[in-house]
């Protein structure tokens, strides 16, 4: 298993983003990490984060693209569309052409 997941600015709404990301991923045992300037958000292998999870914390008009600026970093691979955030894992290929986690 990999970790993956969001590193955020400290800033007004860390707390509602982690309720939201919990909220996203009810099967995931989500770790917050503080380090003071910043907070690591991370899980195993797939997290994700709906617009309509954040604008439920965050209000009916917030739009996931305004996310970008609280996440200064984040560990896997991040794909993003309208109205989502996932992080995975970044699978690598092995020596025998196989890919691996």
Same mark, same amino acid.
């Given at each position: 298993m990999s970790v993956v997941g969001p590193i955020l600015r400290m800033g007004d709404h860390v707390e509602e983003v982690i309720a939201a990301i919990r909220d996203d991923n009810p099967?995931?045992?989500i770790a917050v990490v503080d380090r003071g #300037?910043?907070?690591r958000v991370q899980g195993h292998d797939r997290i994700r984060l709906t617009e309509n999870t954040l604008r439920a914390?965050? !209000?009916a008009d917030y739009e996931i693209? #305004?996310?970008g600026t609280m996440m200064s970093s984040f560990v896997g691979r991040v794909i993003t569309n309208s109205d989502e955030i996932v992080w995975e894992s970044i699978k690598r290929p092995t #020596?025998? !052409?196989a890919l691996a986690p």
């Open positions: 099967t995931q045992d #300037s910043y907070i914390y965050l !209000g693209r #305004s996310f #020596s025998e !052409g």
